[in-house]
């Protein structure tokens, strides 16, 4: 009796041990299919979004809070067009990457990615709303949907102007004279920051290499409200020592102004240019030119040979 008593004891005992295991391995089941607190939120961080029409592909991204019970938590969006201009369809403004079928599984990387269609018409902003819907795994935000906005970039032409150009003017002599110059924002991403829709970049100068690491480098003061350009006077060309003029001194030139019917020169005017509405020809005053001067740290030391005047810039084809 007692051996019986301890067997059924001993059994009870297994059963019991049998169904804590039991409910440990459903519970364990349960943490292996709940992967966060369910307390997703998906929406957009900001209510507008502006990108440039040259801007290329670009992302807006999904701002997701917390953490869905089971990944991935699933979404899709919807484009609508709100002023479109001149366009009928926003598929002639911009093509997306995605449209459905987005995941999140918790890396918190999610955009909206799609290409912006550049065009060389004049036009004011376009603009389009990008909304969250068919959302799965989460709630939505208080935002739900953004407004993006393509700035016309023809009305401000200042990187169109980049590029190869040929600079054509009137010698000393009379005779006509051309080089090559490169238009840029700067030289670094450093230097077209810092110019940005203010300075443009002019590399290069009537041909001449001066030194094995520098070509003359001129100026060109940009207002897209006046439309209109000017070669600064005063600014310095080439680094101390670039070129040696044979007149003492740590030698370097400086852009001038030149006036040949006043046989003057200054550096503290600039020479007023405009471009033509196919960004292909910058035209500056006639009559008046840009010239150089030599400086050292003594002052100004000789007017020399580069000067132009009646001056135009053809873009290379």
């Not at 809070?65 to 369809?89: I, Q, R």
């Amino acid at each position: 009796m007692k051996i019986f008593r301890t067997i059924i004891l001993a059994s009870v005992a297994a059963f019991t041990a049998l169904s804590l295991v039991s409910c440990d391995l459903t519970r364990f089941g349960e943490k292996e299919t709940k992967h966060g607190d369910g307390d997703a939120v998906v929406g957009f961080a900001q209510n507008t979004y502006t990108f440039k029409e040259s801007a290329g592909i670009v992302r807006v991204p999904v701002d997701i809070a917390g953490s869905p019970l089971n990944y991935p938590l699933t979404f899709d969006v919807k484009a609508e067009a709100v002023d479109l201009v001149d366009l009928s369809n926003l598929n002639d403004l911009v093509l997306f990457t995605q449209t459905t079928g987005f995941n999140d599984y918790g890396n918190g990387n999610v955009y909206v990615e799609f290409k912006i269609k550049d065009d060389t018409e004049i036009n004011e902003d376009r603009s389009f709303k990008i909304s969250i819907v068919n959302l799965q795994g989460g709630n939505l935000a208080d935002m739900t949907e953004t407004t993006v906005v393509i700035k016309d970039n023809d009305n401000n032409p200042y990187e169109k102007l980049w590029g190869d150009w040929v600079f054509h003017g009137t010698k000393r002599d009379g005779s006509a004279g051309e080089f090559s110059v490169n238009i840029s924002g700067g030289f670094t991403d450093e230097d077209v920051e810092a110019n940005a829709d203010k300075i443009l970049v002019c590399w290069g100068a009537e041909g001449y290499q001066w030194s094995d690491d520098h070509t003359p480098v001129w100026y060109m003061s940009y207002d897209a409200d006046a439309m209109q350009l000017a070669i600064l006077g005063g600014k310095q060309m080439t680094v101390p020592g670039a070129v040696d003029w044979g007149l003492g001194g740590n030698q370097y030139v400086v852009s001038c102004y030149w006036d040949p019917a006043a046989g003057t020169v200054s550096d503290k005017v600039d020479l007023v240019g405009t471009w033509d509405k196919d960004l292909t020809t910058i035209t500056f005053t006639p009559g008046v030119g840009f010239g150089a001067m030599i400086y050292n740290e003594t002052g100004w030391l000789k007017y020399t040979w580069f000067t132009y005047h009646t001056i135009t810039l053809t873009r290379k084809k």
